[in-house]
Every structure is written in structure tokens, then in C-alpha cells.
């Protein structure tokens, strides 16, 4: 089975709570994606997604046409193109909480959720990704 590196998304976790306690980040950009979750796939029009919140499993949102494993520290959603996104991501979204969402989220996927009131707020929350990305653990030196 495949893992999320637990690492990196707890540093992740952690920037996000300092600068806004109690939210949650809905991370889409694909690269994002492969560094927390190993699981690389270039959607296009389609909808990929992490699902981030501290003290829950990460949330793994995965399109049928792009299969990806079982995760041992991960759930993963499957859903077709014919499904409703909004829908299927409120199903994991706490809607009393702000929610972060990444500067490469397509309007397309992010204004039906905030049409529906899915989170408390929204906020731009690349930063948290970013700034763990910035910091390499010994095997990222060691490849670069």
C-alpha cells in the first residue's frame, strides 16, 4: 500500500495553524500533490485533490480515469466525471472551519463550493506547501 509522507504534511499542518488556527487546506495543485502523497497525475480539466486537517486523515480526491492504490495512512475518494465535485468534496469539508484552497484551484471547482457554503471563510493557504517545500530533508539534498 502507498503512504502520504506524514512528515511533510505535518509541517504543513503545523504553518497553516499558526497562521490560521482550526482550518483546513484543500491542496490541487498536481506537484503539491505528488510531494505529500507520492501520487502524481495531470488532471487537466478534472478535479485532484488533498484534503488536509490536523488530527484527521489526510483526504485523497482521485478520478476514476486516473486509478491510483490504496493508501495505508490516507483515504481516498474516487469519483467520476459525472459526479457533482462540490458535493463530493463537502462530504469531507468541515463546514465550521475556514478552509484553505491553493492558488492553482480552478474557479470552475472553487466558486460552486463557496456557493454553497462549504467552509466558515475561505483563504489563499499555497504558502503552507510552499514553505514546506522550501525546506529539504536529508534525501532531497542528497538527490539535488
Known amino acids: 500500500m502507498a503512504q502520504v509522507d506524514e512528515a511533510r504534511i505535518a509541517r504543513v499542518l503545523e504553518l497553516l495553524e499558526k497562521k490560521h488556527p482550526g482550518s483546513q487546506l484543500l491542496v490541487t495543485d498536481p506537484w503539491s500533490i505528488f510531494y505529500l502523497t507520492g501520487f502524481y497525475a495531470e488532471m487537466f480539466e478534472r478535479f485532484s485533490g488533498v484534503l488536509l486537517r490536523t488530527g ?17 495512512n490516507a483515504d481516498v475518494v474516487v469519483f467520476n466525471d459525472t459526479d457533482d465535485i462540490a458535493r463530493v468534496l463537502m462530504e469531507h469539508i ?18 460552486p ?15 503552507a506547501v510552499a514553505q514546506t517545500r522550501a525546506h529539504k530533508d536529508a534525501r532531497e539534498r542528497e538527490l539535488m
Open 113 to 127: 463550493l463557496q456557493e454553497r457554503g462549504a467552509a466558515a471563510s475561505y483563504f489563499l493557504g499555497s504558502y
Open 56 to 72: 484527521e486523515r489526510p483526504v485523497i480526491f482521485d478520478n476514476a480515469l486516473y486509478p491510483i492504490d490504496a493508501y495505508d
Open 94 to 111: 468541515d463546514p465550521a472551519c475556514p478552509l484553505g484552497i491553493d492558488a492553482q484551484m480552478r474557479s470552475g471547482f472553487l466558486i
